[in-house]
C-alpha cells in the first residue's frame, strides 16, 4: 500500500494550494481518509477528513470556510483544497487512511503518506 500526498509549495499569504493523495495498493472506497498537517516544531494535528462514501466531511476550526476536502474514489486519489492560506497553514501535510472509520486524531491510522511541504509565506 501507497500513499503519494504532493501538491505543495511555498505560496503567499491569501493563496491556494492543491493538495492530492494518490493510493495504490488498497480499495480506496473502503477507507475513510484524512488530512493531518505538522507545523515547524509542534505535533502533528488533524486539519480534515472525508468518510468513506465522501457524504461527511469534517474541519478542524480554524481551515473551516478555507479547506476543501474531497475524493474520487474512481481514480484513487484524495484532495485537499486550500483556499485563503495564512502563515500559520505552513507545516508538513500528511494524508492518512483508516479502514471504514473516520478518526481525528493521528493514532489508529492504518496508513500514512510521506507527506508534502507546505509554506505560506506573509
Known amino acids: 500500500v501507497q500513499l503519494q500526498a504532493s501538491g505543495g509549495g511555498l505560496v503567499q499569504a491569501g493563496g491556494s494550494l492543491r493538495l492530492s493523495c494518490a493510493t495504490s495498493?488498497?480499495?480506496?472506497?473502503?477507507?475513510?481518509m484524512g488530512w493531518f498537517r505538522q507545523p515547524p516544531g509542534k505535533e502533528r494535528e488533524f486539519v480534515a477528513a472525508i468518510s468513506v462514501s465522501g457524504g461527511d466531511e469534517y474541519y478542524e476550526d480554524s481551515v473551516k470556510g478555507r479547506f476543501t476536502i474531497s475524493r474520487d474514489n474512481a481514480k484513487n486519489t484524495v484532495y485537499l483544497q486550500m483556499n485563503s492560506l495564512k502563515p500559520e497553514d505552513t507545516g508538513v501535510y500528511y494524508c492518512a487512511a483508516r479502514y471504514r472509520v473516520v478518526l481525528f486524531e493521528s493514532t489508529g491510522h492504518d496508513f500514512w503518506g510521506q507527506g508534502t511541504q507546505v509554506t505560506v509565506s506573509s
Open positions: 495498493g488498497l480499495t480506496l472506497s473502503r477507507y475513510a
